[in-house]
Every structure is written in structure tokens, then in C-alpha cells.
């Protein structure tokens, strides 16, 4: 065991082992170290050369897999990973983006599929920002930047860089047609970004050739085009009806048709390669399925998958399907569903299969804006009678906890905890208005349903009410934070990833893209309402916060800055309040395993700790 050193504040404990039982610390630890991969995206012209990123090498990398000799080759190699990659149309290059030890500020490399040549930067006159969308095509290139200054946009054409737009709000580039004639953009002119509009311009001359705004709280997401030359056919993400829902722009016509498709819950969807019919995927109530809609007859007919989460899914040129899947209990796997219906594994990473885990099972909780979904675990071999339960709030805030296999989660199952994954207001896939019901009031609305789903967890016997750990990174840190501070008799310890800690300072600090989400979440910039940010800040609490805290940031984190966490932190010390800090070398969050393995450990431990 050993803590930190150089750190200012109460250093964070560093367990040597989380468990005396060799089997069950192997058994944790293996979990983390089996590789995974992502679902391989292919390029446009040549299917045969693809991309993934894998933490086979023990951090998160690009490769390359040839199927037509069935070689895999590492592209990237840099100490903190590399996550975002893509391939040219033809095959012959690989494009990632390259920015400095996590912090998103950079830009696009290339570098050829075959290795033969280190990486360059194809587009020198665009200067480095955070990254708004690339499109690639083989005769235009297109490519969004943020910074401090807002949206710039940029277009590669016959060896001529331009920028066509910018604007002080957030913007990016969303789709390219297959004749790259067109191209859309999203927007936030009307000054939300967190419902944007769509605009379609001319690749000659970049003049307007459509727009879309459905209005004030309806949002538009450009998914794709149509994958055949001259179809200016537009997949449209709507959410005119409370949920999101799919729609077909001919923006060259400037008609549209709304989809029906009869399924509770939320849709995405791509194209299949004949541009007759879509694979969409569907969520509902934490897990996805597969689903083919036919653009000729309307008809639904499911993809019959096993009860889980999809992470990823396309249509290959022969018809077959490849995606992502995995449950709590059972670890994720790339697979193949070919034409005849014949399913199978399409790629196995190096080395041994994860183990698995426990099952989520859900739990419907009435809450003062509407029922809750929860997904709660128990550990396999648990006693009967009330448990120590961590209560894990997951980030976003619009994102939404999944029966999915999550190392994580099954750390913490084994070290005795129950867990409660709370999709609470502002969470995705339960509709429009539940999503955007934190908005003027964050971090508060949310707190009230995890406050609900832990009554519920005391009185059903599952939780021990002494015993109940908040936990949470990004979005969730911050809400673990300000629980901490406003339902201080609730929690016996409270674990911080990546949090937001001052609000009034984050946004100070944070870059651009968040800025201008924060603005339309809060109803303005700290100046225009001080008051809402006062209320939902946790360093508006900090006094009142009576458990041990564990908080952990990263130096180069650009979404939750370090200088508001120092802030928070400084205040606990102030009180003598029992308090830890880790500090790593990374963005927000980390894509080592190693890291990510320590992180997890000192987190368990500490909480191990604190209930001791």
C-alpha cells in the first residue's frame, strides 16, 4: 500500500491488493487486462481495409486489419492511447486525431494503411482546436474546429483549403453525400446547442441549398446520406413527437418522410448499402436490439439478439451484419450475422476472455417528476439481508446507464457491494422531456430521483442505510459531489471522478463546446444567471459535506479543468474535512489500463475504508 507523492492535498491510498483471496484479486484485475476491440469500420471504396482501436498492447490504439490477407497492424502508439480514427475512402490511409497526453486539442493526422510512412498532417492550414466533425471523400475533405473563439468549419477541395463557416457557437460537420456535391452542418445559431438545426451546402461555392429547425427544444442530428451516387437522400434524427425518432430529407427536393416505426423507446439508424432499407438500432429501457425497417414496404423485422446492449452495428456490401454486444453478466464480442441469419464471432481479441459477472436486474421507482428506471446488481455470493450498495450515477448527463458488461461494475460486486445504476432525469432513451427536464435547475433535478431510488433501496431491504456509497465520473462526479453537500445524512462516502466542483470556475475554464452546452442547459453564462449556478455549484455545499470524499482528476482534463477541482479541494481543507485527492497524467479520464486498473482500486479501497 502507498500514497501519492507531491501532492498538496491528502494524497490518495494506493492498494497494493484489494483482496486477500488470490483467486478473486487474479479474477478482478483479469478483467480489465483481456482485450477488447471496437466493431471495424471499413473504407467506402475498398471494404476490404478497416479500422478499430483495441487495448490489446494495455492501452487504447488504432489498427488496421486487412481482410483480404487477414493482417492486423498497430498504428498509434502514444503514451496515453489514441481513440478516434478513420480511413480514407480508398484504403490507403488511416486518419486519427493526434492531440497532447488526453487534453482534445489538436488535429487530424494521416498516415498510409500499409505503415510504409509516419503520420503527417494532410491539412496544414487548419489551425488545431477541438475536433467538430470530419468528412472524408475522395475529392473533398471537410473538417470542423473548435476554440475558445467558437466554430470554424473548413473544406479541402482540389488542393485548396478554405474555411466556409464560423460562428461563436458550437457547429460541426455532420454528413458528406456519396457524390460529394453536398454537405450538412450542424448549428447552434439560435443559441442552443443542445437542440441543433441542420444546414445543407453546396460543396461548389458553399452556398445554402436547405435548412432544417424544428424549433425551440426540438433538436436535429444528421446521421448519414444515402450511400448511393446522386441520392441526396438525408437520414434525419428528429424528436417531434417527445422522443427521437427518424426522418428522410431529399434536401435537394426539400421533402421529407417521417418514419413510423412502432417501438417504445428511442431509435438510430444507418443505411443499408442499397439505400432500400435501414438498420436501426433500438433502445429502451437500458438495452438495445437490431431491428432491419424496409423503405419499400415499411415493414419492421427484428435482428434477433440476445438481451444486452448493441454498441456498435453497420450493414457490410454483401448484406451481412457486423456489431457489438454484450450484457452484465456476459462480456462484449464482436459478431457477424451473415445473410442466411448464421451468426458468429468475427473478431477474437489476443489472450484470454474476460470473466464475467453478475445480471442486472431493473427496478421501477415513482419519482416526484415521473417513474425511474434503476439497474441493480448483487454480488453472486451475497448474504441475505441489507447490503453495502454503491450508488453509481453515470456521466452526460445525456447518456444512460446499460445492461452491459462493465468491468467496473464488477469490481465493486466483488468486494461486497450491491450497485444501483439510477437513470435519472436528463438521462437518454426515456424520451425528450425527461432528458431535458434539468434544464434550468442541473444537478438538483437529477439528485432528487437518486434520492428516491435510495429510499427505495433502504426500505426494500437491498441497501444497508449506513452503508451507501455515491460514486460517479464526469457528469456523475459532479452529481456525486453536490449529494455529498445537499443529502449529507444519505451518503457514509462519496467517490468524485473528473468531477465538476465549481461550476462558476469550470466554465471559466472548460472548453468552448461545453461552454455553449452549459449556457443553453443553464439558461445563460454565469454572468447572465448567477443564481442558478450559485444553486447547483457543490462548492455552494462544501460546508455542509460530512462523509469522506475521494475525488480524482486528470492534469490535462479540458472538460473538467483542474483549477475549480483545487478549488473545491482547498475548501475541504480548510474544514479539516476527511478528504483524499489522486492526480494523474491524462485528460478526462483515462485510456491505460494500468491507470484505469489503479484508479479502480484506490477507489474501492477507499470506500472499503470509509464503511470500516
Known sequence: MSTQSGNKYPPAVVPDRLFADADAESRWRARFHAARISVP???????????????????????????????????????????????????????????????????????PFDGDSSAAKPLPEVHDGYPAGLELGSRVIAVGVSTDDGSELFAKIGGKTERFYSHPDDAGISSLSRDESLVVISHSEHGDSRHPALRVLATDGFTTVAEKYDGEGKGLSALEFSPLPGDQRLLVLHERRGREELLIWDVRADTETELEIDLPGEVVAGWYPDARALLVVHFHQGRSSLYRFDLDDKSLS??????????????????????????????TAVRRRAADGTDAVLLAPPGEQAPGSSPVTDAFVEGVGGQIHALVSRPADAPDGPLPTVFSLHGGPHAADEDRFSAYRATWLDAGFAVVEVNYRGSTGYGSAWRDAIEGRPGLTELEDVAAVHDWAVESGLSDKDKCVVNGASWGGYLSLLALGTQPTRWAAGVAGVPVADYVAAYEDEMEQLRSFDRALFGGAPSDVPAVYKECSPITYVDAVAAPVLILAGDNDPRCPIRQIENYLDRLGARDAPHEFYRYDAGH??????????????????????LR
Not at 478516434?84 to 489538436?106: I, L, N
Not at 440476445?306 to 457489438?324: K, L, N, Q
Request: zero cysteines; glycine letters at 8%.
Open 589 to 610: 479520464g483515462s485510456l491505460v489500463i494500468a491507470e484505469t486498473i489503479k484508479q479502480t482500486s484506490i477507489e474501492v479501497d477507499f470506500a472499503l475504508r470509509a
Open 302 to 331: 427484428s435482428v434477433d439478439t440476445p438481451a444486452g446492449r448493441i454498441g456498435g452495428a453497420g450493414v457490410r456490401p454483401d448484406g451481412s451484419i457486423e456489431y457489438s454486444w454484450s450484457s452484465a453478466a456476459e462480456p
Open 41 to 111: 469500420e471499413w473504407a467506402r471504396d475498398a471494404p476490404d481495409a478497416n479500422v478499430y482501436v483495441s487495448n490489446a498492447s494495455g492501452v487504447w490504439e488504432v489498427y488496421t486489419w486487412d481482410r483480404a490477407t487477414d493482417s492486423h497492424r498497430r498504428v498509434t502508439d502514444r503514451p496515453n492511447g489514441t481513440l478516434h480514427a478513420t480511413p480514407a475512402p480508398d484504403g490507403s490511409a488511416v486518419w486519427w486525431f493526434d492531440d497532447t497526453d488526453g487534453d482534445e486539442f489538436g488535429s487530424w493526422v494521416s498516415q
